[in-house]
């Protein structure tokens, strides 16, 4: 145990050593670029939350084996490309993000044994007071903003618990966005060129879009639909409508596009990681479903589509 802790510490250190330097001065950025959680880590910290930390590099390769790495202020994550596992250790403690759910061990082994459960989640700390709600249209009211070029958007309460943000962008080169929730950013779009596509948004608390984009962009929030069904279908980014879960059986999964492909599951009994693949996917799976209601959360470049069997 003593052993793989010290495995873990000298690996972060020698990213830092090594590691070429964006324009922030992070470890593997690109320039202006800063650390993120992404794709299958970003699913994997809202699994296990505080335990994971923040990332202090941006996720990079492996050239050894093709797994790629990213250093936090608690530990390691890696993504296991042998098993399509997204990971995370502290040195001793473990989690993992498997095709059947969260999974939890101990000791030196850095891949799930097959009896590995999840851990008792611990219980949530007491909210702080609401921050005042800042001006704006009445709660419930879609919410519109339009803008061009790099821009700070002032603090907006959000329309509903869980909204959905719809981005559009008529630029050539890189178009992210940020969202700052009390302090704390999400990344929510990283693309180049022209964009349209969704993303969910939770909570009660103000939050401000953090915009880089070199043409005109609009955001629309608006709260999420209630009307949804299991099967969802559509072309590129989209976020489902509220659904009612059906029980858990083999579902069919299909992409033709040539980048990630990223399929979430989030249920009022928690969320999954469904798919997530780069490229071109026909494909089945049995999916598992919790206590509702649930909607889908897809991330791709292409047509797609999920149904039951």
Do not use: R, Y
């Given at each position: 145990m003593r052993a793989f802790l010290l495995l873990v510490s000298a690996l972060t250190l020698l990213q830092a050593a090594v590691a070429p330097v964006g324009a922030q001065g992070a470890p593997f950025c690109p320039p202006g670029g800063a650390p993120s959680f992404q794709f299958g880590f970003a699913a994997l910290k809202a699994q296990i939350g505080?335990?994971?930390g923040e990332?202090?590099?941006?996720?990079?390769?492996n050239p050894e084996n093709g797994d790629t790495l990213q250093a936090t202020t608690t530990g390691l994550s890696f993504y296991r490309k042998s098993t399509n596992t997204p990971t995370f250790t502290d040195g001793f403690r473990h989690w993992g993000l498997t095709s059947t759910g969260l999974v939890f061990w101990t000791g030196e082994?850095?891949?799930?044994?097959?009896?590995?459960?999840?851990?008792?989640r611990p219980a949530?700390?007491?909210?702080?007071?609401?921050?005042?709600?800042?001006s704006g249209p009445p709660r419930g009211a879609p919410i519109t903003l339009t803008g061009r070029g790099?821009?700070?958007t002032e603090a907006v309460t959000l329309p509903a618990p869980v909204s959905v943000a719809t981005f559009t962008h008529d630029g050539s080169r890189n178009f992210i966005v940020t969202a700052y929730t009390t302090g704390r950013p999400s990344l929510l779009v990283n693309e180049i060129g022209r964009y349209r596509g969704q993303r969910p948004l939770s909570g009660n608390a103000p939050v401000t879009l953090d915009i880089d984009a070199d043409g005109p962009w609009t955001v629309r929030i608006e709260p999420i639909g209630t009307d949804g069904t299991p099967a969802f279908n559509g072309t590129g980014d989209a976020v489902s409508a509220l659904f009612t879960p059906p029980t858990t059986g083999p579902w069919e999964i299909a992409h033709s596009g040539t980048s990630n492909f990223i399929v979430?599951?989030?249920?009022?009994?928690?969320s999954r990681l469904v798919q997530n693949e780069i490229g071109r996917v026909q494909a089945s799976a049995v999916v598992q479903f919790t206590r509702g209601p649930c909607f889908w959360e897809v991330e791709a470049d292409g047509a797609w589509s999920l149904k039951p069997r």
């Open positions: 505080d335990a994971m990332p202090t590099e941006c996720e990079h390769a082994s850095i891949d799930p044994p097959g009896t590995a459960t999840a851990p008792p949530p700390a007491a909210a702080p007071p609401a921050p005042a709600a800042p790099q821009t700070a979430s599951l989030h249920c009022a009994g928690g």
